[in-house]
């Protein structure tokens, strides 16, 4: 069965303390990996898509790169606005455009 | 401006009643969705429309209907409520093969009492 987990379940960092949040998938043949951002009571925002191993994609302090069993979002020097719940989501390769989501990971970064 | 649209952003009711769901879409897209988020955050597929056509329907009770009038909207409406039925419900929809992923809506509390 397709899977998507993410690690950790949540993360407390300073203000200017980088780190890494962990997707890991198992899908046969990845059609794309999209990364959101969820604030509480709004719905996720579309961040990034990756499509092949290699593949990295930046916006602001985030990057997120691609192997062929996970992906990570680097966060680089992050503030306090950057605290939300980021999700993982792989393309069903069953067509359709259906995705499916992990859990999450609910990151909060302190001043 | 809003890109996805759904009404109400709260919904709270008894056990049994009859309720819906509304949403809209501005951005041109050929697909919506209906997702439901639990308590643990997870966001499961329940039903996908493109342009009009039911093309996705996952393994959920037949107390949920769905009901795409045109494109740019799809409804749910969902019969005798039950406790297990609270969550946060998103609309989503998308261009596929455009690779932007899903433009969400900013979700339904829904709450039975």
């Known amino acids: 069965e397709d899977q998507v987990t993410q690690s950790p379940e949540a993360l407390r960092l300073q203000e200017g303390e980088s780190s890494s949040l962990n997707c890991s998938y198992t899908?046969?043949?990845?059609?794309?990996l999209f990364w959101y951002r969820q604030d509480p009571g709004k719905g996720p925002e579309f961040l990034f898509t990756l499509y092949s191993a290699g593949e990295e994609k930046e916006k602001e302090r985030l990057k997120a790169t691609l192997t062929k069993k996970e992906s990570f979002l680097h966060i680089t020097a992050p503030k306090p606005e950057d605290s939300a719940t980021y999700l993982c989501a792989v393309q069903d390769p069953g067509g359709y455009n259906k995705l499916i989501f992990g859990a999450g990971t609910r990151l909060a970064v302190h001043p | 401006d809003t890109a996805v649209s759904q009404t109400p952003k709260y919904l709270v009711t008894q056990m049994g009643n009859d309720k819906s769901i509304k949403c809209e879409q501005n951005?041109?897209?050929?697909?919506m969705y209906w997702y439901k988020q639990d308590s643990k955050k997870f966001l499961k597929i329940m039903f996908s429309y493109n342009n009009k056509e039911l093309i996705i329907n996952e393994t959920v009770p037949n107390r949920f209907s769905p009901k795409s009038p045109d494109k740019a909207h799809l409804n749910l409406h969902i019969n005798s409520l039950e406790l297990g039925d609270s969550a946060v419900y998103f609309c989503?929809?998308?261009?596929?093969?455009?690779?932007?992923?899903?433009?969400f809506g900013s979700g339904t509390r829904l709450t039975v009492v």
């Open positions: 951005l041109g897209h050929d697909t």
């Open positions: 899908v046969s043949g990845l059609r794309g």
């Open positions: 989503a929809s998308s261009q596929p093969g455009r690779g932007e992923g899903y433009t």
